[in-house]
């Protein structure tokens, strides 16, 4: 009954924002940090619920970008049809990546992803097809509202409200299922599992594949709103660094450890670019870089196990446990 | 085969010595505390910063360089053991590998905030001009770089199969709770290869700073090859590594000489992703 409460609080307020804090920048603030806690929850599935680190997770976002921005530019249909082609492309990426790895030690997972990761951005940004370089563009004026091309950041924000609304559903839902359950069993300890008759590799597999189709939504969203992808913003390696620092801060392997990781960091970092401009690029990535191995070091939890723990003592944070 | 051939692969050569160098602390680090260290080209980085400033500051060579930099990156992997490792070693597989990450994140990028984005380079002749024999040029940069990396990652492994401390690292490695009842100090030892992988990345950086392009990211695509060098060599393996950084070196240099310049890494990535899906306990490992 409180989680109730509680859900339609935070459903309320999420709902209300940018009705009361309606200036372009603080709609736009909103809109980005549902996008980011898409992603990151997205990201949750595979490095917070499955515990396999994906440090390469830019590539799934680029292929929904890259899709829905491709469908516009070279058929001039509306992005919205590059979305089932994004998801496509992502589950079979993650599919050949993860078949592999998924059977090695976790190491092998995370440098794999980001091998695969840079891969792709070197190929792409040598593709003459694919804009190389400079990217493909969206539609510059839109033709109809199948566009999804909005002066206002207000359409773009309810709109992912509700993506971010499947998304999390879509992990609770998983969560309470059998792979819920094979999951967790697999986490504390995968050879107990594995001699259970769990089965380990698949089911990470299908976490994976599960994970790189909700993160080329969340790319797909990104270029229609930004109305371009190019190599550093659909496949750049600071991509992969947000999405999984979002995540990670909040609290990986918790519902909405993901959300608040966003809520905390895209303000950041939006602030602190209008304040230093330019000269705040490389300062917020090490503030990132800092916030990561602080997290790592005190709270590999993420914020969020401080008050999951103190309720549920005896819950699995996700902190993992000494052998 | 043709002359220029030649050339290429002895070009590939000399770098895959010096990537062979900074993989071995990356594979000795692994093999003994089970942790990837995804900072370790941005330490090969930090390596070449290093070797930058002495040159701009001081106007020191490779000769003043190269022992500060082994020296600086020593000290760094010696805090960044007791500061960060020491405890993330323990925790879960997210702890360690968001640790790491994120201290490469903090170093490439604190050297971005300081030197910019801007490409810095030494100058040409710092070592210097070029040799030839039979026909066959070598720049005396390369030529150094190749050559001081080779005998260092020779050193490195005799250090780890020859001497007293090698063995006992390799007792830590085995079984660091036995080690301790031996009266080894597990700490300490950790200490000690972290001290010897950091500097192993401070001189391979320090060497190849004369003649490669000096920028913040260059850590990023230096890292993933010694991710395919150790997972080629197979982990733990200081020969490995030598055998598979030479490998790549060639590799790298054949595939940017026959494909083209920009083409080179992405063949480099794919040789992994390959060797994860078909063999992924290395050359030389055992399954």
């Known amino acids: 009954m409180r989680r109730l409460i509680w859900l339609s609080v935070i459903a309320a307020v999420a709902i209300a924002y940018p009705l009361l804090l309606s200036s372009p920048f603080q709609q736009r603030l909103g809109a980005l940090v549902l996008l980011y806690a898409i992603a990151a929850s997205a990201w949750n599935i595979v490095g917070g619920y499955a515990g396999q680190v994906s440090v390469g997770h830019v590539v799934f976002f680029g292929c929904g970008a890259y899709a829905a921005m491709g469908s516009y530019a070279k058929f001039g249909l509306s992005p919205l049809f590059g979305i089932p082609g994004g998801i496509v492309l992502a589950v079979g990426l993650a599919a050949i990546v993860g078949v592999p790895t998924l059977r090695l030690s976790g190491h092998y997972f995370s440098m794999a992803t980001i091998a695969v990761a840079e891969t792709m951005r070197l190929i792409v940004t040598n593709t003459e097809w694919l804009g190389a370089a400079v990217g493909l563009s969206g539609p510059a004026v839109p ?181 | 085969m043709s002359f220029v051939l030649v050339q290429v692969i002895v070009g590939g050569l000399l770098l895959g010595a010096v990537y062979a160098l900074f993989s071995s602390g990356l594979t000795l680090v692994w093999g003994m505390m089970n942790i990837v ?18 040159y701009t500051l001081m106007g020191g060579g490779p000769i003043l360089g190269a022992p500060l930099a082994t020296l600086v990156l020593a000290t760094v992997g010696v805090v960044v053991y007791f500061a960060l490792i020491r405890d993330i070693m323990k925790g879960p597989m997210l702890a360690q590998i968001l640790g790491t990450f994120g201290l490469a994140l903090l170093l490439r990028y604190s050297v971005f905030w300081w030197f910019g984005a801007n490409f810095l380079s030494m100058p040409p002749n710092i070592v210097g001009g070029t040799y030839a024999f039979a026909g066959l040029r070598v720049e005396a940069s390369r030529l150094l770089a190749g050559v001081v990396a080779l005998l260092v990652t020779f050193g490195l492994h005799l250090l780890l199969t020859r001497t007293s401390l090698g063995s006992k690292m390799l007792a830590v490695a085995e079984d660091a709770t036995a080690a301790q009842l031996m009266g080894i100090r597990p700490d300490t030892m950790q200490a000690i290869a972290w001290a010897i992988a950091a500097g192993a990345t401070g001189l391979a950086g320090a060497l ?71 063999r992924p306990q290395g050359l030389m490992g055992k399954s």
Do not use: C
């Not at chain 1, 969560?175 to 359950?181: A, D, K, L, P």
């Not at chain 1, 090490?286 to 790592?296: C, F, T």
């Open chain 2, 208 to 278: 190849i700073a004369n003649f490669f392009y000096i920028v913040p990211t260059v850590g990023e695509t230096l890292g993933i090859v010694a991710f395919v060098t150790v997972s080629l060599g197979g982990f733990g393996s200081v020969p490995g590594a030598l055998v598979a950084g030479l490998l790549i070196g060639v590799i790298e240099s054949l595939s940017g000489y026959l494909i083209g310049a920009v083409y080179k890494d992405i063949v480099v990535y794919l040789l992994f992703l390959f060797f994860l899906w078909f």
């Open chain 1, 143 to 323: 033709r109809n509202i199948f566009d999804l091309s909005f002066l206002s950041s207000l359409p773009y924000y309810y709109l992912f409200l509700v993506i971010l609304a499947i998304t999390l559903f879509i992990t609770w839902w998983m969560t309470n299922s059998r792979m819920g359950f094979y999951l967790r069993a697999i986490k504390d300890s995968e050879r107990a599992a594995r001699s259970l008759g769990a089965p380990a590799s698949r089911t990470k597999l299908y976490a994976f594949m599960l994970s790189a189709a909700l993160t080329s939504v969340a790319g797909a969203l990104y270029a229609m709103m930004f109305g371009f992808v190019d190599p550093e913003s659909g496949l750049g390696i600071l991509i992969s660094v947000k999405i999984l620092i979002m995540a990670a801060l909040g609290g990986a392997g918790l519902l909405f450890g993901p959300l608040v990781g966003a809520a905390i960091l895209v303000p950041l970092e939006e602030i602190s670019n209008s304040w230093l401009g330019g000269k705040g690029a490389g300062l917020t990535f090490v503030v990132y870089g800092a916030i990561i191995v602080v997290i790592a070091r005190f709270q590999p939890g993420g914020l969020l196990s401080l008050f999951t723990r103190r309720s549920k003592p005896k819950s699995d944070t996700g902190a993992g446990h000494a052998p």
């Open chain 2, 37 to 54: 260290n995804f900072a370790h080209g941005d330490l090969v980085m930090l390596g070449m910063y290093v070797a930058y400033v002495v």
